[in-house]
């Protein structure tokens, strides 16, 4: 059905600047092109699927009540797919299902909902990429604040909502607890995390397993030190600040507010995103009618080297010059400019871990406060505590306090010093010898190549299999699979806008 709507030249109008059209296609629904309103509400048995060859970067088939919103497919990078909740004016995907496997662009995939939204792919979509848990629900609207929810009937509750499992960004009104999982930036390197009494920015290394700490901001009347106090948890108001508030308390008074730069402006009616960036910042934008693109009025980190990989891994940031270096001994002639080193994703234990050093006077960590240090007298027993440790990556020593700043995960960018005391040691992996890789990898091909020819003659066979079956089908019905993944027809969802009438039926 699809294929037939396609050949309409509607479809090939941008997104966003034909919502109506876009409807028509993404349900793949002839009818609807007769001049029907875009669907609002899903109810049990949709589905939408994604084709192969699809065009452009998002398909949406389910829309806000304002026109502002909606859900879709939506195309990551270069050939991923995920499902998305986009702000249509400026196509920012607000919320991401970001399943651990992301869908691959370039092959069908569906999105259904039969009680839970289920993303799949592969042939007959057996392969679940993503899907909302028990409980399960009756219908699925994306309310005027562009969250996604799952309902039951009859106004009796909300199993589901995607402000709950926020992506990298947050909105208007969404609130941001302690159980809500932390804002990962798109490329998962950072994450915003919320304490007790303060929310924080942490990099993520080795799949999330060790995190420092590189920003934290405290609640300002929130008092750590009283045990019975409840936690707080944040939230982005239209008025231009981000509050922090007491759990159980009216959500009136906050305990802290950073404003924006526009709140002295009294700018009301923006829409509001706070953003974790891919460079580890976290920022607020607002976006007004006819804007052509988002203004950021608040940035947590507002020095380019204090963010903690402005020159990637073993760069060097020198503040003022928006110059990069790469971190290089002392007594290394000439500069080298990034990108230095790749990013490490294990640490040093283990059989066979070599590293050489690099020592490196003049450097400082941007966030030293947040990394453990110890106290030696000597440059030498600094450098010899992170030597011995497997899972130190460098130390920063300071001659003058004699502090110890030990690096425990991979070294990223440090920060120019002028300071000839702040000397640096790090640890630099070695390459790893070509002859000895190839002694290991020859014991191990034989089996491997059997396992492999295993595997591919599985695979083979199951799309020989599937291939033959789509033809029997297609021979059979004329429609076939098809049928199967086909959405209801719009005219049974459309009646279910409003939430009381119908859905028994
Ligand atoms: C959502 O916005 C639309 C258009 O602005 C409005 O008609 C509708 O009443 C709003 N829905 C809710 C639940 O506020
Ligand atoms: C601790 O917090 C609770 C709840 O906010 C408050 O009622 C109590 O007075 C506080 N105690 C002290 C010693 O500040
Ligand atoms: C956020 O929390 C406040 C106070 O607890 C509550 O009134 C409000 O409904 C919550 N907002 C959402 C979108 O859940
Ligand atoms: C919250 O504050 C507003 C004005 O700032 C006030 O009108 C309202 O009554 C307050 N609500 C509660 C529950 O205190
Ligand atoms: C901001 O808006 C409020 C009401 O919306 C108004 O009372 C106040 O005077 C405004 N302040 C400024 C500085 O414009
Ligand atoms: C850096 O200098 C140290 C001696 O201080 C030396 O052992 C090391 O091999 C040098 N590293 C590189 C990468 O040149």
Redesign the pocket.
């Given at each position: 059905m699809r294929r037939e709507c396609r050949r309409d030249p509607a479809t090939n109008v941008v997104v966003a600047a034909a919502l109506f059209f876009v409807a028509c296609a993404a349900l793949l629904v002839e009818e609807a092109c007769g001049g029907e309103e875009p669907v609002t509400e899903l109810s049990n048995g949709f589905t939408a699927t994604h084709s192969a060859d699809a065009p452009g970067r998002f398909e949406p088939f389910l829309y806000a009540t304002n026109g502002v919103f909606a859900l879709g497919f939506f195309r990551v990078g270069a050939s991923s797919l995920d499902l998305a909740v986009v702000h249509l004016p400026s196509s920012f995907p607000l919320w991401r299902a970001t399943p651990l496997r992301l869908a691959d662009w370039s092959r069908p995939a569906t999105l259904s909902f039969d009680g839970r939204l289920v993303l799949a792919t592969g042939p007959g979509a057996g392969t679940v990429l993503w899907s909302t848990l028990n409980p399960i629900g009756d219908s699925v609207k994306l309310l005027n604040s562009s969250?996604l929810v799952i309902r039951l009937f009859d106004e009796r509750g909300t199993p589901w909502r995607s402000?709950h499992s926020p992506s990298d960004t947050l909105v208007l009104?969404?609130?941001f607890t302690l159980s809500t999982p932390p804002l990962i930036s798109e490329n998962r390197r950072f994450a915003l995390r919320l304490g007790k009494t303060y929310m924080a920015l942490h990099m993520e290394f080795y799949g999330g397993r060790t995190r420092p700490m590189y920003w934290q901001h405290t609640a300002l009347m929130a008092q750590p030190e009283n045990g019975t106090e409840p936690p707080v948890y944040g939230?982005l108001d239209g008025r231009g600040f981000f509050g922090l508030y007491l759990q159980g308390g009216s959500?009136n008074e906050s305990v802290d507010r950073i404003a924006f730069d526009t709140f002295p402006r009294n700018l009301t009616g923006a829409f509001r995103r706070m953003t974790l960036d891919d460079d580890g910042n976290l920022r607020a934008y607002y976006w007004t009618d006819g804007s052509k693109d988002w203004t950021s009025d608040y940035q947590a980190i507002s020095e380019q080297c204090e963010l903690p990989t402005s020159c990637g891994a073993y760069g060097l940031c020198v503040p003022g010059q928006a110059a990069c270096q790469c971190l290089v001994n002392s007594t290394t002639v000439g500069t080298t400019s990034p990108p230095c080193a790749a990013v490490e994703t294990t640490d040093l234990c283990g059989a066979g871990q070599k590293f050489d050093v690099v020592r490196r006077s003049r450097v400082s960590l941007a966030y030293k406060e947040r990394v453990p240090f110890e106290t030696y007298e000597t440059v030498a027993e600094c450098e010899e505590s992170c030597a011995e440790d497997c899972t130190c990556w460098g130390a920063l020593y300071n001659g003058a306090s004699g502090y110890c700043y030990l690096i425990g995960f991979p070294v990223e960018t440090v920060v120019y010093e002028a300071d000839d005391r702040k000397v640096g040691y790090f640890k630099v992996r070695k390459a790893r010898q070509s002859a000895a890789r190839a002694r290991t990898m020859s014991s191990g091909a034989t089996a491997a190549t059997v396992v492999l020819s295993l595997v591919l003659a599985v695979a083979g066979a199951y799309v020989g299999y599937w291939l033959w079956e789509r033809r029997r089908r297609r021979r059979a019905g004329g429609v076939g699979m098809e049928q199967e993944l086909t959405p209801r027809p719009y005219r049974d969802l459309k009646s279910m806008d409003s939430s009381n009438n119908s859905f028994k039926s």
């Open positions: 969250e402000f009104d969404q609130n939230r959500g």
